[in-house]
């Protein structure tokens, strides 16, 4: 199955991403972990989206795009994978179309959680690029840059809405059940 999880950052979609994947027996390609692998790794790359990646900024398609398209060419997507955290703009959408042709996704999961719930998970996470300032302006990004994309898959019926409140197990059996249909 070839699938993208898609929600406000700290709506969990990470966690649940890799937990599904080795459900499905499919890779999670998550862009977000392979930039903080290049920061930790102090690669050029690295060096480029460091900044960025602090300010809450998303890095621009150019550098995302070739990163992403680079994995996609890696044999082990070819029975399926999670997408988790790319595409993130419009313009990113229109580059997986021609990386994959229009069909090349099979559902779009949505997390839906509370707001107020997703900063204290984010805060309590702790992570380096996790500033109370970075959360906010990680939050004005997404409702800016990738809530628009969530319509275009809404145009191509390929939503499914997932409650991203509870425990983790149970979020993931949701999921599951979800794909079945
Ligand atoms: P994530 O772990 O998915 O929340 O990503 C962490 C950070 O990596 C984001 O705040 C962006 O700076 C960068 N990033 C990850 N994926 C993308 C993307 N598809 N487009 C642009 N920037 C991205």
Known sequence: ??????GPPGAGKGTQAALVASRLGV??????????????SGTDLGRQVQELMEAGAYVPDEITVAMLADRM???DTDKGFILDGFPRTIGQVASLD????PDGLDRVVLFEVDEERLVER????GRADDSEQTIRSRF????????????????????????GEGPVDEVT???LRVLEK
């Open 1 to 6: 199955m070839r699938l993208l999880f898609v």
């Open 27 to 40: 890779p999670h390609i998550s862009t977000g972990e392979m930039f903080r692998d290049h920061v930790a």
């Open 73 to 75: 060419r890696s044999p």
């Open 98 to 101: 021609k990386l994959l042709g």
């Open 122 to 125: 984010m805060l309590a996470r």
């Open 140 to 163: 004005k990004v997404y409702e800016e840059q990738t809530a628009p994309l969530v319509e275009l898959y809404r145009s191509r019926k390929l939503v499914v809405s997932v409650d």
């Open 173 to 175: 059996e949701r999921i």
